[in-house]
Structures are given as C-alpha cells and as structure tokens.
C-alpha cells in the first residue's frame, strides 16, 4: 500500500512540474525570409503573412510583411498573446500577390509551410527560415484566388 501511494505520489508530482515547465515556456517564435521575383523583375509589394498554423482564422496570423523594391521579405512573429495549446507552432507563409495581373481585381494566393525545427522557444526567433528565390508566374499547388489580403 505504501508503494502503491508513493507511486500515485511520484505521478502526481511529475504532472505538476511538467505542466509548470510547459506553462514557462508557453511562447514560441518563427522567422522567415526570401525573394519573390515576378518573371525576371523583383516581385514588389507582395504581401506576406506568417500564421500560427494553417486556418481560416485570421487571428492565427503571428507576423505580416511587404516586399522591397529588390522583392525581398523578412517576416517573424511569436505567440505571446496566445496561451496554452495555441502556443505551438506549425508554420505557414501565406503569399498575396499580382504578378502579371496588376489591373486585377483580385489577388493570387497560395501558402507554404515549413518544418517546425525552425521554430525557437521565447519572443525572439533564432533560426530564420529561408525560403531561397521563388517566381510568382508559377501557378502554385493550392492556389486561389482572394479580393481582399487580411489587413493586418
């Protein structure tokens, strides 16, 4: 009997420092970076968001950023104001874009995840994501069509 309740005890006193030890390091981070090219010329003023994870919700978007004049973006964000099991991270790059459809009414949009071995413990990212090059002429996988980039 004496086992059985050190036991119980032991148990119960792991669960207690796991949760608190998950609860101190509830904020995680992710960062981000590439070039969009529109053909041969930079992709200018493509919008980047970062999201939490792949949703709807637009209150999953943790970081937002425009391309510069070279077609260059960096973007990162963390989940402070988030607790719990929204938390965690499985990152995903959601691109708004007109290539070759300036005129256009609507926006070209489509996503990338990348592993979460490039999300960091704390505010702060520490392992930036690059993306490499990549040219928005191509019709990506999952590509769509939106009138409106969440305004963040």
Do not use: W
């Amino acid at each position: 009997m004496l086992k059985l309740t050190l036991l119980i005890l032991s148990l119960a006193i792991v669960g207690i420092v796991e949760s608190t030890v998950d609860a101190g390091i509830s904020t995680r981070s992710a960062e981000a970076k590439g070039t969009l090219m529109c053909g041969n010329a930079p992709a200018v003023g493509v919008k980047v968001y970062l999201k939490r994870e792949k949703s709807t919700d637009i209150e999953d978007i943790i970081g937002h950023s425009v391309t510069d004049e070279q077609g260059k973006f960096t973007v990162n964000g963390n989940t402070e104001r988030y607790g719990g099991s929204k938390s965690t991270i499985d990152p995903v790059l959601i691109f708004y874009h007109k290539c070759d459809k300036a005129d256009a009414k609507s926006f070209q949009v489509f996503d990338l995840r990348f592993p979460r071995t490039y999300t960091t413990i704390g505010r702060v990212s520490r392992r930036p994501y690059d993306i490499g090059t990549f040219n928005l002429q191509i019709k990506y996988p999952g590509q769509s069509e939106d009138k409106i980039a969440p305004d963040y």
